[in-house]
């Protein structure tokens, strides 16, 4: 039987994608998996892969469009079969025909949800799939698409914990604050022979829309502290010696593991606000702020609580590697907990980062440097290193985020137990 190929939501705030090219041409057979397009998200350019297996029957994008998320890029199916019905429904309504095929009853409310007036608008961006991982039904995503609401952040309750209108009504009404578009500049900039104009890319635009929100409805505070080095340098040059150069342990891999592990006790700081809600997420999935060509991507290390060191040096070199040659993958930037962002590489002695929504915190890194310090009463040579986390106020307080704060500093200059 037919079916779409859609547009895959590619991070968190990503509404659209633009379809640079087709990889498989139509009469091409293809298996779950395989490389189908080039698309381009806000963050960098990604192989997509399709969901379905068969034969590329029909295209409804063609390169150069900007499609939204969930909507049918392609249509897979068997070689001669009808699909006359499908190329109307997908290019008029996007998913509609799907999601009314294979959930039947997934737009009606229980009888406690409000009343709401019948619509004959077609849901869109739904599929069977659930973009994103977030199972919502069609009349939800439209709900939340027109208010700006991420679904990511609201508790579903509808079956397996499916968001129905309601919890998204919900969740509006529990003082989220609704994200205003940003704005082209704030102050009036004056344009002349002396200035040169720049349009800003994709990437940066995300950034600064990102960014915006997160300064402007989160409230930050920050805890520092100043963390003895040695023993962490001694450690991965103990380990390094044995390795070959492309498995070496870099510091930032066990800075990663050491947020991993203390994060584990600090359950506030691996959740997420969500109105009347604290979501705390069972993985331990961090973050890694990388610089890339004309702004910065994040990638997500799953599972690092538990992953030994050399799987995440192995998992980080993978991931910078692909960001770098724009060939990030959708799993590379998806399902992130808590972030660090490491600028030792800088010579940077101290700085604080921005939340990454809806994360309720993020780690900002220093580099590690000889300075003079007192031990035992006398004057001597120290490597140190200054970490900042940056909280929600709205999640945690500041007695949380000093004691991650010791667990963190005590874990890197005791390192040895990073090994167990």
């Known amino acids: 039987m037919a079916d779409y190929i859609v547009m895959p939501k590619l991070g968190?705030?990503?509404?659209?994608?633009?379809?640079?090219?087709?990889?498989?041409?139509?009469?091409?057979?293809?298996?779950?998996?395989?490389?189908?397009?080039?698309?381009?998200?806000?963050?960098?350019?990604?192989?997509?892969?399709?969901?379905?297996?068969?034969?590329?029957l029909h295209v409804l994008h063609n390169a150069g469009d900007v499609v939204p998320v969930g909507a049918n890029l392609a249509i897979v199916g068997t070689e001669g079969e009808d699909i006359s019905g499908l190329i109307t429904d997908g290019s008029s309504n996007g998913t509609a025909a799907k999601a009314e095929s294979s959930e039947p009853a997934a737009s009606a409310e229980p009888a406690t949800a409000p009343v709401t007036a019948p619509t004959t608008t077609a849901p869109t961006a739904d599929t069977s799939e659930f973009p994103g991982g977030v199972k919502a039904t069609p009349v939800a995503r439209r709900v939340a698409e027109e208010q700006g609401v991420s679904l990511a952040g609201v508790s579903g309750s509808g079956p397996d914990g499916r968001i129905r209108k309601a919890d998204v009504e919900a969740f509006l009404t529990g003082a989220q604050a609704r994200v205003a578009p940003m704005p082209v500049s704030t102050t009036p900039v004056p344009v002349g022979p002396d200035t040169t104009e720049i349009e800003t890319t994709r990437l940066r635009q995300a950034i600064a829309r990102r960014m915006t929100e997160s300064k402007t409805t989160i409230p930050h505070f920050y805890v520092t502290s100043d963390i003895d080095m040695g023993e962490v340098l001694a450690l991965r040059k103990q380990i390094n010696a044995s390795l070959p150069d492309d498995q070496k342990i870099s510091v930032n891999d066990i800075i990663v593991k050491a947020a991993g592990l203390t994060v584990r006790d600090f359950p506030n700081?691996?959740?997420?606000?969500?109105?009347?809600?604290?979501?705390?997420?069972?993985?331990?999935?961090?973050?890694?702020?990388?610089?890339?060509?004309?702004?910065?991507?994040?990638?997500?290390?799953?599972?690092?609580?538990?992953?030994?060191?050399?799987?995440?040096?192995?998992?980080?070199?993978a991931m910078i590697g692909r960001a770098r040659e724009g060939k990030i993958r959708p799993d590379d930037v998806e399902g992130g907990t808590f972030t660090v962002s490491n600028l030792g590489a800088f010579d940077v002695d101290h700085f604080i980062a921005i939340i990454n929504p809806p994360e309720a915190a993020i780690l900002a890194v220093g580099s590690a440097a000889q300075v003079p310090v007192v031990v035992d009463g006398q004057l001597a040579i120290g490597t140190r290193m200054k970490a900042t986390i940056s909280a929600d106020h709205r999640v945690s307080d500041g007695a949380e985020a000093a004691k991650f704060m010791q667990s963190f500093k005590a874990l890197l200059e005791n390192p040895l137990r990073l090994l167990i």
């Open 12 to 56: 968190f705030d990503m509404r659209e994608g633009v379809l640079n090219n087709w990889i498989k041409q139509i009469g091409d057979t293809m298996e779950k998996g395989e490389v189908v397009a080039e698309i381009e998200s806000d963050k960098a350019t990604l192989e997509l892969e399709t969901q379905v297996a068969g034969t590329l």
């Open 269 to 317: 700081l691996n959740a997420a606000f969500a109105g009347d809600k604290i979501i705390r997420h069972n993985r331990i999935n961090i973050g890694s702020a990388v610089a890339v060509e004309g702004g910065l991507l994040t990638v997500v290390q799953k599972d690092t609580d538990i992953s030994t060191l050399s799987k995440i040096a192995a998992d980080h070199k």
